[in-house]
């Protein structure tokens, strides 16, 4: 399954979470189907079903926090239940197309599809640096913190702030060297 | 306040769908217009927020937040830019982290990436034009303006989550407009602390983004914008406002014959025939008195900052 072209994943996964959508929210025996057949998928794909089980996990609260607003409403509990449900098949759903395909794939995909060449570039862009701007921050934590040793609210506070701001500062000078080197390759907007 | 897949009904997707794009496609047209040599910096920006939002703010009893960014997007490049950066963030999310649904990514890129930063550059201008250039008045409008963007973003999922019959109207504003009036707090705060920074070091980085002029037909279509988000805001008030009554009505009828069962049905009932007769009063007051406790924080934050003392204290 790792090998199947990204755009079948993509596409598989999409329709697959729009017919979990728009199934109506007591259709239970659906929901099982659909569930048992994720689990199928992830055996077929070998995924480490413990990790992907993990990272739903992870996920999770978000969906639960927003579904403890349909409990407000009277009467709120199936469709608190319908609600978490649903978006947990989606969130599998998901997290399974994750685990087995490379972004840069799905990224190929974008450009195939048509959607703008500037936001598919800025997503680029972004995939790229952000693994090196997240080290940098790293570097920087652990600078600032290897310096400080007061530890009140606000010093954290001014602290994460100053990382921050640096951050964006030494981004935009990174973002003047790559511009450079982006036409030095022959790049056109 | 990412969606994830599985809450909105077909007829909400389709709609944010549609005008997540229309707003994304003229913001895309106004960032080709930029200098090709900001187009890195978008993907790189991008790239920063989400780094950014990484970073731990501590706020009580060993829970902390983190940044939204929408507005620190919007007040560093630009209403257009930050549209495209913010939209960039939550596909990333999305299809890399699961994190946002997919079905829903178009209700979460009108509400994150285009209401929010759209809101947070027009507060900004609006305070800055009255408050002036100073350094002081900039961090105000910037605090004042993720403040505002945060609780209009939340209340606009709130609106999305309501027409799809999810929640009810007035509790999921409540419920939703409460905590992100607190949230938004954290969120000025912490956009004005990042915002010194940047400007103390290099005030430059914030000029060229915020002195450029918005073209005239832009600034019309960005209007359009506003006008259909207000209407699809404003629209479910018509359509669940008589929902709300009904059920009031309902709870009357039947809390009347449930009190001779129940000997004390009094202090539930009370509050619900409360909240049925003035809701929007309620919620008008209280969104004012919120705005009203938001831009006094940002202006007691934007001072201390900007007091001239504390940098020379701070960077020994």
């Given at each position: 399954?790792?090998?199947?072209?990204?755009?079948?994943?993509?596409?598989?996964?999409?329709?697959?979470?729009?017919?979990?959508?728009?199934?109506?929210?007591?259709?239970?025996?659906?929901?099982?189907?659909?569930?048992?057949?994720?689990?199928?998928?992830?055996?077929?794909?070998?995924?480490?079903?413990?990790?992907?089980?993990?990272?739903?996990?992870?996920?999770?609260?978000?969906?639960?926090?927003?579904?403890?607003?349909?409990?407000?409403?009277?009467?709120?509990?199936?469709?608190?239940?319908?609600?978490?449900?649903?978006?947990?098949?989606?969130?599998?759903?998901?997290?399974?197309?994750?685990?087995?395909?490379?972004?840069?794939?799905?990224?190929?995909?974008?450009?195939?599809?048509?959607?703008?060449?500037?936001?598919?570039?800025?997503v680029a862009l972004m995939h790229r640096y952000l693994f090196v701007l997240v080290e940098e921050m790293g570097r920087m934590n652990r600078a600032r913190r290897s310096r400080t040793f007061v530890r009140d609210r606000t010093s954290a506070w001014r602290g994460s702030a100053q990382v921050a701001g640096q951050l964006f500062v030494r981004t935009s000078e990174r973002a003047e060297r790559v511009y450079l080197a982006m036409c030095a390759r022959g790049w056109k907007n | 306040m990412h969606v994830p897949d599985g809450f909105l009904d077909l007829r909400t997707l389709a709609s944010t769908a549609a005008l997540a794009t229309v707003g994304l496609g003229l913001a895309l047209r106004e960032v080709r217009r930029l200098p090709a040599r900001r187009v890195p910096m978008i993907g790189l920006a991008a790239a920063f927020v989400f780094t950014a939002q990484m970073l731990n703010f501590p706020v009580a009893a060993g829970t902390s937040g983190h940044l939204i960014g929408a507005a620190l997007a919007g007040v560093l490049l630009g209403p257009a830019a930050a549209i495209v950066a913010m939209t960039a963030v939550l596909l990333l999310q999305s299809l890399m982290f699961a994190d946002g649904g997919i079905t829903a990514l178009g209700a979460n890129v009108l509400n994150l990436a285009i209401i929010a930063p759209l809101v947070a550059c027009g507060i900004y201008a609006c305070v800055r034009r009255v408050a002036g250039d100073s350094l002081q008045a900039t961090l105000l409008a910037a605090g004042f303006a993720a403040w505002c963007s945060t609780l209009v973003a939340a209340l606009s999922c709130a609106t999305q989550l309501a027409v799809a019959g999810v929640v009810?109207?007035?509790?999921?504003?409540?419920?939703?407009?409460?905590?992100?009036?607190?949230?938004?707090?954290?969120?000025?705060?912490?956009?004005?602390?990042?915002?010194?920074?940047?400007?103390?070091?290099?005030?430059?980085?914030?000029d060229v983004a915020s002195t450029r002029p918005v073209p005239h037909r832009a600034r019309a279509a960005y209007a359009v914008m506003a006008a259909i988000g207000l209407m699809v805001l404003i629209a479910p008030l018509a359509s669940s406002l008589p929902d709300g009554l009904e059920h009031v009505a309902e709870q009357f009828g039947f809390a009347g014959r449930a009190a001779a069962a129940h000997p004390a049905p009094l202090p539930d009932y009370a509050v619900t025939a409360l909240a049925g007769d003035w809701p929007w009063l309620s919620a008008v007051v209280a969104g004012a008195v919120g705005a009203l406790l938001a831009f006094a924080v940002a202006w007691f934050v934007a001072r201390a900052l900007a007091a001239p003392g504390r940098t020379a204290a701070r960077q020994q």
């Open positions: 399954m790792h090998r199947l072209p990204a755009g079948a994943k993509l596409a598989a996964a999409v329709a697959c979470i729009l017919l979990v959508v728009l199934l109506p929210r007591t259709a239970w025996p659906a929901y099982g189907i659909v569930a048992a057949g994720l689990v199928v998928l992830a055996r077929l794909a070998a995924a480490d079903l413990r990790q992907l089980l993990l990272r739903l996990l992870l996920l999770e609260p978000f969906v639960i926090g927003i579904a403890l607003l349909a409990l407000l409403r009277p009467g709120g509990w199936p469709v608190f239940l319908a609600m978490l449900a649903k978006s947990t098949l989606c969130l599998a759903c998901m997290v399974l197309l994750t685990a087995t395909t490379r972004f840069s794939d799905l990224l190929a995909v974008l450009w195939r599809v048509r959607v703008p060449a500037l936001l598919v570039t800025t | 009810e109207w007035g509790t999921v504003l409540a419920a939703m407009g409460g905590v992100h009036m607190l949230i938004g707090l954290g969120e000025a705060v912490i956009t004005m602390l990042i915002l010194a920074v940047v400007i103390r070091s290099r005030p430059e980085l914030l």
